[in-house]
């Protein structure tokens, strides 16, 4: 196990930005309002949307400015698709769409049994062309991975190719499970932290992410 959970960090792109790590330590602390730690999600979705698409192909077409005619690179094929993991992933969304006004969005609701922790569809809905497009999944905690792993193989079923995933703190045997089953699919984060407690939560983590965005805890 320890020798698969190695190899799959080594797949992560941890993004150690000094704005990106010092809102997280906000996130963190357990006396952060509801409004605060919705603000500073959005925030952090907004610094990681720079992180994930930094690599998004370029095209070249010509403009006038005010005082001359020249060539200017401009974002090239088919916009994107944010695909947030409901309820916690709405809280990058707002951020990344404030970057990419023009990107598609994706709902994928999943609950995560309170016994098995399996990962439970109770609403998917993507774009009509979704499998032609980058897919960003957008889901705060990659503790299991089982809910993860269950949108990106609703993903696929549909005809994705081209999937990232963008959450903010991830566990170790979440990272093994989520590459034991999309190899191909790439992750971005925050922090990778220690582990699991027995109930499924990340350690030293933030608690529920959707319960602290939304007041519900």
């Known amino acids: 196990m320890e020798g698969a959970v190695a190899t799959a960090i080594e797949?992560?792109?941890?993004?150690?930005?000094?704005?990106?790590?010092?809102?997280?330590?906000?996130?963190?602390?357990?006396?952060?309002?509801?409004q605060g730690?919705?603000?500073?999600?959005?925030?952090?979705?907004?610094?990681?949307?720079?992180?994930v698409t930094r690599d998004l192909p370029l095209a070249t077409i010509t403009i006038e400015t005010p005082l001359a005619t020249m060539q200017a690179p401009i974002l090239a094929g088919k916009k994107l698709v944010?695909?947030?993991?409901?309820?916690?992933?709405?809280?990058?969304?707002?951020?990344?769409?404030?970057?990419?006004?023009?990107?598609r969005v994706a709902?994928?609701?999943?609950?995560?049994?309170?016994?098995?922790?399996?990962?439970?569809?109770?609403?998917?809905?993507?774009?009509?062309?979704v499998a032609e497009r980058l897919v960003i999944v957008l889901d705060p905690m990659l503790a299991t991975a089982n809910s993860a792993v269950a949108a990106v193989d609703r993903l696929?079923?549909?005809?994705?190719?081209?999937?990232?995933?963008v959450c903010l703190l991830a566990a170790p045997e979440g990272i093994?499970?989520?590459?034991?089953?999309?190899?191909?699919?790439?992750?971005?984060?925050?922090?990778?932290?220690?582990?699991?407690d027995e109930k499924g939560y990340i350690v030293p983590g933030l608690g529920d992410a959707g319960d602290r965005m939304f007041g519900t805890k």
């Open 11 to 34: 797949q992560v792109n941890v993004v150690r930005h000094p704005l990106v790590q010092h809102k997280l330590t906000l996130l963190r602390d357990k006396d952060r309002s509801t």
């Open 37 to 51: 730690f919705r603000r500073l999600m959005n925030e952090i979705g907004m610094l990681l949307c720079y992180e």
């Open 82 to 103: 944010f695909a947030p993991i409901l309820r916690a992933g709405e809280g990058f969304l707002e951020g990344m769409l404030t970057l990419v006004p023009s990107a």
């Open 107 to 129: 709902h994928i609701g999943l609950y995560r049994d309170p016994k098995t922790l399996a990962a439970v569809e109770y609403y998917f809905k993507a774009p009509p062309d």
């Open 156 to 165: 696929k079923e549909c005809g994705c190719r081209e999937i990232r995933l």
């Open 176 to 196: 093994a499970h989520f590459h034991g089953q999309h190899p191909d699919v790439p992750i971005w984060t925050a922090a990778v932290d220690s582990h699991l």
